[in-house]
């Protein structure tokens, strides 16, 4: 029997477990394909590639599912997918079994990011605002608790990890087997939800935002691959370089809590909380090109973490406010893909520039498109809406 109101405690466990079982396979993938299968580092990368094009368009069938057929059975068909590929995992992680699994699992967790972000829409008890501040928390829990796990179980083998993640999917799909069968009852949004796509003044400005999105992600996902290398060149090691994520964890955890609770004034300053919080992103980029000493990587690191977790919730708040109530699915499936399209192609352009120029002009250039990017979209979202 569908449930009239969506209980928040399982959708944010629901996240919490979610985010804990990918982590447990994805930080994985390239070592485990060359060390563990032979295969070689471009190998590797198109594993990746796929993966994450898979993830995409779990994204977009997670939406519009969402949108056209129904909230519960969608997240029930991306968990269920997820529990069947992280299952066959274990038993079958050779070659060329793993990477087809892998890509499944991919498929399979976009439907469900997407699923979980549109249940935060759904939410009545709370501004949905609050909701996405809490997922994001949840989700850099998730990601904190599952590889630092995986460090203590992958000596035992890597059927380990997967059983694991098919433990963590199996239970989130019993919590929402339970929990998540709710009706959709239509609630005020800024824009009236019979209109027409066409009629939404503020498509453009959201248009605008998910490619600011995409941009930033390119440039986040630097941070996990090529500043690893311009550190280990400036004769800093691994563990310097790891203790930054440990540094990211620890500013997400106590920082993202103190904007929840002035939520309320963020949520009315919600432009100016996206400006702040990729112009902040975009200046952690021009403190690498002045780092020569440790530092100054601490510093751009707890720069760009501010800047996370003011700009990166409140994409999907923004998304949110201003769609209307029968594409929330949809939209909320859009800030998954452009997300997720920033993290497939980031690492393969930041490798070209630097070969091709500099580390230096990289992180230059991507400084000066993320202002770039915000700038526009300040300027519509304004000319949209001036208060």
């Not at 941070?223 to 090691?237: A, D, K, P, R, V």
């Not at 996370?308 to 893909?337: C, N, W």
Request: with cysteine; hydrophobic share 55%.
């Amino acid at each position: 029997m569908a449930r009239k109101t969506l209980t928040l405690k399982w959708l944010f466990l629901g996240s919490l477990i979610t985010n804990t079982g990918i982590s447990f396979i994805w930080p994985l993938t390239t070592i485990y394909m060359h060390e563990y299968l032979g295969e070689s580092l471009t190998v590797s990368g198109i594993v990746l590639f796929f993966n994450s094009v898979a993830m995409m368009l779990g994204n977009y069938v997670g939406g519009r599912l969402f949108d056209k057929w129904q909230p519960y059975g969608t997240i029930l068909a991306g968990i269920a997918l997820a529990v069947t590929a992280s299952g066959c995992l274990i038993v079958w992680h050779g070659w060329p079994a793993y990477p087809l699994f892998l890509v499944a699992l991919g498929f399979g967790n976009g439907i469900v990011g997407t699923a979980v972000n549109s249940y935060a829409t759904l939410a009545t008890s709370r501004r949905t605002s609050y909701v996405f501040n809490v997922l994001y928390f949840m989700s850099n829990l998730g990601l904190v608790i599952g590889t630092l796990i995986v460090g203590y179980v992958l000596p035992l083998g890597i059927q380990y990890i997967f059983a694991l993640a098919f433990t963590l999917f199996t239970i989130f799909f019993i919590v929402a087997l339970l929990h998540f069968n709710v009706t959709r009852e239509p609630r005020p949004t800024t824009v009236q939800a019979a209109g027409a796509r066409q009629a939404n003044p503020y498509q453009r400005s959201i248009a605008l935002l998910l490619i600011t999105l995409f941009v930033t992600w390119i440039a986040y996902e630097q941070w996990q691959s090529n500043i690893s290398t311009f550190m280990l060149g400036l004769g800093m090691s691994v563990r310097d370089y790891s203790f930054l994520w440990t540094f990211n964890a620890v500013l997400i955890v106590l920082g993202q809590p103190v904007l929840t609770y002035f939520d309320d004034w963020l949520t009315a300053h919600l432009r100016l909380r996206l400006g702040v919080g990729f112009t902040l992103f975009g200046a952690a980029f021009l403190l690498l090109i002045l780092a020569k000493q440790y530092w100054w990587f601490m510093l751009a690191m707890g720069v760009l973490t501010l800047g996370e977790i003011l700009a990166l919730p409140s994409v999907s708040t923004y998304v949110d406010l201003h769609t209307a109530y029968a594409e929330k699915g949809r939209f909320q499936g859009y800030v998954q893909m452009f997300a997720s399209a920033g993290r497939a192609v980031g690492p393969l352009i930041g490798a070209l520039l630097i070969e091709a120029l500099s580390y230096h002009i990289l992180f230059a250039g991507l400084a000066v498109v993320l202002f770039m990017a915000i700038a526009i979209f300040s300027w519509q979202a304004r000319k949209v809406n001036p208060s």
